[in-house]
């Protein structure tokens, strides 16, 4: 046999409330934050991973052309180097 409790019930609901209540609260401080993280590094002057591997490709590029240029410009300063004179 069940009898009826309106406190009970009425309890249950206001809980039942409450938690709801606290969930969107909880939901709304998430989008707020999530909002606010965007606008702070998009206020930043971050690149794009694509503009990253295009200058690192570039300075790579640029990296081995001075190897190649330091190259030769050892062998014509060793080319060019005055050769010692015999002492008669």
Do not use: C, H, Y
């Not at 999530?34 to 971050?46: H, L, P, T």
């Not at 694509?50 to 030769?72: H, I």
């Not at 050892?74 to 050769?83: C, R, T, V």
């Amino acid at each position: 046999m069940q009898t009826e409790n309106r406190f009970f019930d009425d309890f249950a609901k206001m809980l039942n409330g409450v938690a709801g209540t606290f969930a969107g609260m909880g939901r709304e401080a998430e989008s707020s934050m999530r909002e606010r993280m965007k606008e702070w590094i998009g206020g930043m002057d971050f690149v794009s991973r694509d503009e990253f591997e295009a200058v690192k490709a570039m300075a790579a590029a640029a990296r081995d052309e001075a190897d190649a240029l330091r190259a030769r410009l050892d062998a014509l300063e060793a080319a060019n180097k005055p050769k010692p004179r015999a002492k008669s």
